[in-house]
């Protein structure tokens, strides 16, 4: 009697593990049916590899399912490498035309927009050029008139219309040389206060990794003043052996590890071209980077996985096999829960294990949280044997 009102509290003790402490319903039910069984002398036995849950139960557990992955991990190239900026993130800012710097507004490490100024030049270019802009202002302004008055002259049948042409010709020549004009006060920044001035503008937005330039100092036209840097993505380069790169594609997964630090990153580029010096062949490998945990310069290891193809290898997260009896075992999931199915592992790549035998591939299994089934299924075993 005492074996057969331990296998009816099987299920409930799951209910009880899974859904958490304090649900005074959830309690009161399976009391409910405790009392039930125990009453009415029935015998609730299911196989000895099934747990029982339901969609919330494994909700609240936090048990994420998932199918395993077919051709399974082939292998995994190690090696080391360097981080760097993305090429299209790190801009370097220079003077557009030469003059005495008489502001700086960042410092290194500082953020900055977009089009934000950097720093104020003090330059005869920079009045020569606003002149030319007012000038050519003017210009317009003053065809624009006389073409008005043209065209009401060529109206009162008063003046011919060769003149209207000519004042509609001279009109547009100055508008061309007005935007002529302003674009060429655009290219250096413009703005910087008074007529000799101009500001030197981020072309990105991010953060000053460099400053070479100093307040008061005559700078040159073309000459570096900072350096601006868009971190949030960062590039790891490296180069593999020809028979290793022809065995990685662009989007193969890669696993960066250093001190503390493993992230996962893609690969975005493998070389067509050979190394002239090394002869090797060059490879990118793109890292999301927000929060800044890696640093440009840095080195790091490399884990190129690579994915075996041509086969039918089944591959589950290694979290998702659990030792019973020190047998591994996947939790496959069924109609009404989890049923702990014996596999045979194979070799270990980068957080996969492949799996000889015991799974299919279309099979959904608990891949993260899966010791929960495990305990709750040992805990309904050692019931069994009281």
């Not at 971190?231 to 662009?250: E, F, Q, W």
């Not at 047998?327 to 009404?336: L, M, S, W």
């Not at 000889?356 to 019931?383: D, H, Q, V």
């Amino acid at each position: 009697m005492k074996k057969t009102i331990m296998r009816a509290l099987a299920p409930v003790t799951l209910a009880a593990l899974l859904a958490g402490c304090g649900r005074g319903a959830g309690s009161e039910k399976a009391g409910a049916e405790k009392t039930e069984a125990a009453e009415g002398g029935e015998t609730r036995q299911g196989p000895k590899d099934i747990v029982t849950v339901s969609e919330q139960q494994i909700a609240d557990a936090g048990i994420e399912v998932t199918r395993p992955t077919m051709g399974g991990v082939a292998g995994a190239i190690e090696l080391s490498a360097t981080i760097e900026g993305d090429p299209q993130g790190v801009q370097v800012v220079s003077a557009a035309v030469g003059g005495r710097l008489v502001s700086l507004t960042r410092n290194l490490g500082q953020s900055i927009g977009r089009g934000d100024p950097l720093a104020i030049i003090e330059s005869r270019e920079a009045a020569s050029l606003k002149a030319e802009v007012e000038a050519a202002r003017a210009r317009a302004a003053l065809a624009q008139s006389n073409l008005r008055r043209e065209q009401r002259l060529f109206a009162e049948r008063v003046s011919p219309e060769q003149d209207l042409v000519a004042a509609r010709t001279a009109a547009a020549e100055a508008g061309i040389a007005l935007r002529l004009a302003q674009q060429q006060l655009s290219a250096t920044g413009s703005g910087g206060g008074s007529l000799n001035r101009i500001a030197v503008r981020s072309p990105i937005a991010g953060q000053v990794v460099a400053r070479s330039a100093t307040l008061g100092q005559t700078v040159a036209a073309d000459a570096e003043l900072f350096r601006v840097a868009n971190l949030s993505k960062v590039t790891v380069t490296t180069s593999l052996v020809p028979s290793d790169a022809g065995r990685v594609r662009p989007g193969a997964r890669v696993e960066v590890t250093a001190a503390g630090r493993r992230q996962e990153g893609r690969v975005t580029f493998v070389s067509p071209v050979l190394d002239e010096t090394t002869r090797l062949v060059p490879v990118i490998v793109s890292l999301d980077n927000a929060g800044a945990p890696w640093r440009i310069g840095e080195t790091v290891n490399l884990s190129i996985l690579v994915p075996a193809s041509g086969d039918r290898t089944v591959a589950v997260p290694s979290a998702a096999v659990q030792m019973i009896e020190d047998k591994p075992f996947v939790f496959v999931r069924t109609a009404t829960g989890f049923r702990a199915t014996p596999v045979t592992l194979g070799r270990t790549n980068g957080g996969q294990v492949v799996v000889t035998s015991g799974l299919g591939g279309p099979e959904r299994i608990a891949s993260t949280n899966s010791f929960t089934l495990k305990a709750e299924l040992g805990k309904g075993e050692g019931g069994d044997e009281d």
